[in-house]
């Protein structure tokens, strides 16, 4: 598989699991308080356990969405010295960035697995009515900050490659910055004409 198309392929599948993160912000927060605010509402008590299930949610979606941070650049960058610094530099700063990043999301994931494995060899259950076993709200949440690893991993490989085969555009696109050009056209609002473009 060629480089783009691997990353289109992870691209793909990171759109899903967010999307899904998304979905489980909805049904696993909103929708469960607000059937438990509703039942104490009329029955006096609530019918689901909606803190503990929204949290687990919570946890779960940012595992999921995650990575999407990755492949849409949608994390804060401080880009007011890296626009004049020479190009050769500036790439360089982009890969170490990227390269701290995947080191930190290989960390997540591994330091998460090992709270699985804890949670999964003892049997750890919430203390909350549910009683719920704690691995499996974990397992998803790992399976996310997995993925977010791979992601973050695979980013600057292909980054790196694309650098060696002096492809300027596909490094720019993995982990260059993102201009304000890109940022107004990824929103979906077009772009001004210069006056002296428009009809009279």
């Known amino acids: 598989m060629s480089g783009r198309g691997l990353e289109e392929a992870v691209r793909r599948v990171t759109r899903v699991l967010a999307w899904a993160s998304g979905a489980i912000i909805l049904a696993g927060c909103g929708l469960l308080i607000t ?42 960058r401080v880009d007011i010295l890296l626009e004049r610094l020479p190009t050769a ?3 360089g700063l982009d890969l170490v960035a990227a390269l701290a990043f995947a080191i930190v999301a290989a960390a997540l994931a591994w330091f998460a697995f090992g709270t699985l494995a804890y ?17 499996l709200p974990q397992a998803l949440w790992w399976a996310g900050l997995a993925w977010l690893a791979i992601v973050a991993l695979l980013t600057p490989i292909l980054a ?21 050009e890109e940022e107004i056209a990824e929103a979906g609002t077009p772009l001004p004409k210069p006056a002296n473009d428009r009809a009279p």
Request: aromatic share 8%; net charge positive.
């Open 35 to 76: 059937v438990d605010v509703v039942t104490r509402a009329i029955f006096r008590r609530g019918m689901v356990e909606s803190f503990e299930l929204s949290g687990y949610a919570l946890a779960v979606a940012i595992g999921l969405g995650a990575a999407w941070t990755v492949t849409s650049k949608g994390n804060i």
């Open 160 to 180: 790196l490659r694309a650098l060696v085969a002096r492809d300027a555009a596909s490094f720019d696109r993995l982990i260059g910055p993102t201009r304000v």
């Open 119 to 135: 949670s999964w060899s003892i049997d750890a259950r919430s203390v909350a009515t549910l009683r719920t076993p704690l691995w």
């Open 89 to 91: 530099l500036r790439r």
